[in-house]
């Protein structure tokens, strides 16, 4: 029998549903995707002019008959699957039969298959079969499509410009490396290498193909289950951090997902250890049994919901907060003396970064020619992936510091542009930023203070009057409750002020009148009242405003002071805005920038 089975009505309606094919990353995604359920493990996906011009997919999978070649551009075909049900279930990636047909009709299609017996060439054009014959050729399955939508010319408008369509195919093929280390992608554009996994199985290398070595050195590995899940993986030191979310890559049962919950308990971990705009480099795969989750199938994302997601929250926070906290995060300056290992990612950022005109017409696609500058392959990378160590998690204890004091004691040595202090110890030069470092300290003091609930106020001899607008006024006089919470003692003396009888005993005795302020800012500019946000704010605002400035010089009593109490935080790294508070010479560093080996 036919191995291609016609597909249950209702499922093809369902999946017909949605647009299919829009995107050269669609089409793609479509081929790379057939490949992978042909079992190969070698895929090259060759593109001319970022695949407008021609996308060709070859593999070494198992390869079709001629019956299952020819009915496999036919509509409602699919040898994938029969019942919504083994969407999940199954190991099958694709589940869009109707895409092959779709992508046949708008294109000059060649397939070129065999199960290793006879070999089979097929070419479609704008969805006729044209020629059906015999070939010798290898096993596996190669797929030529030419002159994507040439005959929907409206729908070739809508491609965007070749930088962002390759963009994605770049950040799609990206994904299916860091799903499957076992196989080998190697993606070329015009003829140059873009992105190459070697298909080792290792998942380490296959983050460093991804994002780079430099990434891969700083990624901390992550293992760990309960009752519902079990997820292991990869997450990067905070250093590391993207302004790009698609950093985040995140598998269900070895499926590539997309959910926003998800990737909030993520960032949410991070928080104060990066900025708000920046995204860790994450790769994890969750092991969950079906039932717990609901799929929403969309052709083109996959998103799902979690129907135990605190137990999940709760798992996948616990390992990502309990490596973030045991680690000395202070970033190492190094100097980079391999100018050639430019990241995948950086070099997409790149391309899109380049002003190109976003309507461009097919025509002239052929005189804009991508050159961007990729070194070739492989070069000495194999080299620089062996000198990753690849620790086991449960062999990682030597690695894992107490909290407390988890920098070792640094010995303030003077003050750099009044803002950096330098200071030393027997493993380098430390540079402290004096305000970010004092920033941290206080965040944490304000942050417990009102965490405390401890209701000591402290009475004030002269009451504080505080004048608003007319405006603030009213909004305040809504939400006085809110600072009665806080225990201050306030009363509303009409005509736009308030009176201040007693404050919160933690509050600055020197700076009380301009502290009160902000927090009656953030609690009239708050619309919907979050305790823990508003807490989280007024720590944050109170700490920058409480904090030593740039240009205080200090003197180095109480450096050493501050360096002290940086130690003793929870988080010595970062300050609340998620900005270093301290980076690092390493003394071999120091040794190899002045060449001192030279001379030994
Ligand atoms: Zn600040
Ligand atoms: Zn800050």
């Known amino acids: 029998m036919s191995k291609v089975l016609v597909m249950d009505q209702n499922l093809a309606n369902k999946i017909a549903a949605g647009e299919v094919v829009e995107k050269v990353v669609s089409v793609v995604k479509e081929l790379v995707e057939n490949s992978i359920d042909a079992e190969a493990t070698d895929i090259k996906i060759e593109l001319v002019d970022s695949g407008v011009k021609e996308i060709v997919v070859t593999d070494n999978g198992v390869g079709m008959d001629k019956e299952d070649a020819v009915l496999c551009f036919s509509r409602h075909a699919t040898s994938k699957l029969k019942t919504l049900d083994d969407l999940f279930n199954i190991d099958s990636l694709g589940f869009r039969g109707e895409a ?26 704008g969805g006729n079969i044209e020629n059906v014959r015999h070939l010798d050729l290898p096993q596996g399955t190669k797929i030529r499509v030419k002159n994507l939508f040439y005959n929907t010319p409206v729908r070739l408008k809508y491609l965007k410009n070749l930088y962002v369509e390759l963009a994605n195919v770049v950040e799609y093929i990206s994904k299916m490396a860091l799903s499957y280390p076992s196989i080998r992608f190697n993606l070329l554009n015009n003829g140059k290498s873009i992105l190459y996994s070697d298909g080792s199985g290792n998942l380490l290398k296959a983050i460093s ?51 926003n919950e998800l990737n909030k308990i993520i960032t949410d971990c991070y928080h104060t250890y990066i900025p708000a705009t920046k995204y860790p480099i994450v790769v994890i795969n969750i092991e969950v049994d079906p039932i717990l989750i609901d799929i929403n199938i969309h052709p083109t994302k996959m998103d799902i919901k979690f129907s135990k997601i605190d137990s999940l929250k709760e798992l996948l926070s616990n390992l990502i907060i309990t490596q973030l906290e045991s680690r000395n995060l202070i970033p190492e300056i190094e ?98 930023d004096q305000h970010a470092a004092a920033e941290r300290i206080n965040y944490e003091k304000y ?154």
Request: charged fraction near 30%; glycine fraction near 4%.
């Open 447 to 600: 942050l417990k203070k009102m965490g405390t609930h401890d209701n000591h106020m402290q009475d004030l001899l002269i009451p504080l009057k505080i004048e608003l607008s007319s405006q603030e006024y009213l909004i305040l006089k809504e939400k006085m409750d809110k600072l009665i919470e806080l225990n201050f003692e306030v009363e509303d003396f009409g005509i736009n002020t308030i009176i201040i009888r007693s404050h919160p005993y933690w509050l600055p005795e020197h700076a009380l009148e301009e502290a009160i302020r902000k927090m009656i800012d953030i609690i009239i500019s708050e619309k919907e009242f979050d305790p823990y946000k508003f807490t989280e704010k007024v720590a944050i605002t109170l700490a920058c405003k409480m904090s030593i400035k740039a240009n205080d010089h200090i003197e180095l009593p109480a450096m050493e002071d501050l360096l002290e109490r940086l130690r003793n935080t929870d988080n010595p790294f970062t300050c609340p805005h998620g900005r270093p508070t301290i980076i690092t010479y390493s003394k071999y560093e120091l040794e190899k920038l002045f060449m001192r080996s030279m001379e030994k």
């Open 209 to 259: 193909r991804v994002h780079g070595i430099d990434v891969a050195k700083k990624m901390i590995p992550i293992s760990g289950d309960n009752e519902d899940y079990k997820i292991e993986g990869y997450i990067s030191y905070p250093e590391k951090a993207r302004s790009n979310r698609s950093s985040i890559t995140t598998f269900v049962n070895n499926r590539l997902i997309k959910n």
């Open 335 to 432: 100097i980079d003396d391999n100018t050639q290992n430019k990241s995948i990612e950086l070099i997409a950022q790149e391309m899109n970064n380049d002003k190109v005109p976003v309507e461009k017409e097919y025509e002239t696609l052929e005189e804009v020619t991508l050159d961007f500058d990729v070194k070739e392959e492989p070069m000495d990378l194999n080299d620089a992936i062996s000198s990753i160590e690849i620790i086991p998690v449960a062999e990682e204890k030597e690695e894992v510091v107490e909290k407390t004091n988890r920098i070792k004691k640094m010995y303030p040595v003077g003050l750099v542009h009044g803002t950096y202090i330098v200071a030393e110890n027997e493993d380098g030069m430390y540079l402290i």
């Open 100 to 125: 092959l047909p779709s992508i046949a009709s708008v294109s000059n299609t060649i397939l070129q298959t065999s199960n290793g017996k006879k070999g089979t060439e097929v070419e479609v054009n």
